[in-house]
């Protein structure tokens, strides 16, 4: 698949085969995340990928999640999914991709080198016949230091993003219902 009809057929994927994907093949997809371009701020560590293996490692996982984000969560619209019955935080994958960022970029830099990096990561898994879910429901959990120290990420490392990964149930048609274009041209 080209990039274009990755890019056209990239979504969400929240269910998966019961089937692992490679180590190389994971891997393959951080090499080709490590491609987005970065701010000469990050020059010496733009990304720090840390990868999670095993259905029910990520379920357990997705278990501590939930209960952090109960415990933890602020009272504000969008955290219904902690008492949505049944709610799985990595969507049933066989794996999960970490980014996390340097502590030390100022303001939200750390964040933006993650998300360039994530969206290549989403884009390769598509090429590559994966499907990729980024999830924002473990972020809270993933940022406390016991789970930090727990996943092996480094002392300075926050994680940023993180993407549910596997072999999709079903074959994914390309998208038609993006939301609508507008297009401001600006001529001198």
């Known amino acids: ?9 990239r979504r969400s994927i929240r269910v998966f085969l019961d089937r692992p994907v490679e180590r190389t093949l994971l891997a393959e997809l951080i090499v080709d995340a490590a491609h987005a371009p970065f701010t000469p701020s990050a020059r010496m560590g733009a990304w720090q990928f840390a990868v ?6 990520l379920a357990d996982y997705g278990a501590c999640a939930l209960d952090y984000a109960r415990a933890h969560r602020p009272q504000l619209a969008g955290y219904e999914w902690t008492e ?10 066989p794996a999960a991709v970490v980014i996390s960022g340097p502590e030390a970029l100022p303001g939200t830099l750390a964040l933006e080198e993650c ?9 390769a898994a598509t090429a590559r016949g994966l499907g990729a879910c980024w999830v924002g429901s473990p972020m809270p959990w993933l940022r406390d230091p016991a789970t930090r120290a727990e996943l092996g990420i480094p002392e ?31 001529e001198g």
């Open 84 to 93: 949505r019955p049944g709610f799985s935080v990595f969507h049933g994958a």
């Open 1 to 9: 698949m080209d990039a274009i009809e990755a890019i056209h057929r």
């Open 156 to 186: 300075g490392w926050i994680p940023q993003a993180a993407f549910a990964i596997g072999w999709p149930a079903s074959e994914q048609p390309a998208r038609a219902d993006r939301p609508p274009l507008e297009i401001q041209w600006i």
């Open 52 to 57: 999670v293996l095993g259905r029910q490692q």
């Open 115 to 123: 998300t360039r990096a994530g969206q290549l990561l989403d884009i």
